[in-house]
């Protein structure tokens, strides 16, 4: 299991690796939240998170928001000297998973980071809506049995749309997914990639909506009226 340590004490740091690598864990640790949130861009840089609040550069509470806003599912554990109840609210609200208050026994640790490894559990194998299918295994986009060609990018805006289902993201969002490396993208290529992709998938059931002012959100397309005429 591999788990991404968050800790800017190295004391604390240390004891962690030594403990959860007796169990088996691979573990890596990062000091400080910017290397965190730049190692979790990557979808398989970690399969659970420890991670510290006050951090320097940028707070686990941040990390986690932004992790979440990617679209990104590892689960996150939150281990800090907080205790407050507006805290572990905060941290849960923003998208942690659990909360651990410091100090700590070294084997309700162990057993929470194992039981956040289970909940998880494998992302599906087939995103779909309406007509449409994304197997994520084989990296192919159906329309029933139409085959769709999509560009590497149009294949990571529209999984990402359907990853979220019904809800609304935001342009910053979308890029973020596209380019988990912090290269440069405009709101007007994620346009583009959208137009693009309304056409190719025009016959799914399934529209992409503009929400104005907000983002997009993938819908089923509403029925065509039924012929009237005699």
């Known amino acids: 299991m591999q788990i991404l340590v968050v800790e800017d004490d190295s004391v604390i740091a240390d004891g962690l690796?030594?403990?959860m690598?007796?169990?088996g864990?691979?573990?890596q640790v990062v000091d400080n939240g910017n290397a965190a949130d730049q190692l979790l861009r990557r979808a398989d840089a970690a399969e659970v998170v420890v991670l510290d609040i006050g951090l320097p550069g940028m707070d686990g509470f941040e990390v986690v928001r932004r992790l979440r806003a990617r679209g990104g599912r590892v689960p996150v554990l939150l281990l800090t000297a907080r205790d407050a109840i507006e805290d572990r609210v905060r941290g849960l609200e923003t998208g942690a998973d659990d909360y651990l208050v410091k100090p700590f026994a070294s084997a309700e640790l162990v057993a929470r980071v194992r039981a956040l490894a289970r909940r998880h559990g494998e992302p599906p194998a087939v995103l779909a809506m309406g007509e449409l299918t994304l197997d994520?295994?084989?990296r192919r986009a159906r329309v029933r049995d139409r085959v769709v060609d999509?560009?590497?990018r149009e294949w990571t805006v529209l999984e990402y749309l359907l990853q979220h289902g019904a809800r609304v993201v935001s342009k910053q969002q979308i890029i973020e997914a596209i380019l988990p490396w912090g290269d440069d993208l405009t709101f007007n290529?994620?346009?583009v990639y959208v137009s693009r992709l309304r056409l190719k998938i025009a016959d799914a059931g399934v529209a992409i909506r503009?929400?104005?002012?907000f983002g997009y959100m993938l819908e089923l397309a509403p029925a065509p009226a039924a012929d009237t005429a005699p």
């Open 17 to 19: 690796c030594r403990v």
């Open 21 to 23: 690598t007796a169990q």
């Open 210 to 213: 503009t929400i104005r002012g």
């Open 150 to 152: 999509l560009s590497v």
């Open 25 to 27: 864990m691979t573990v």
């Open 136 to 138: 994520c295994a084989t």
């Open 189 to 191: 290529a994620v346009e």
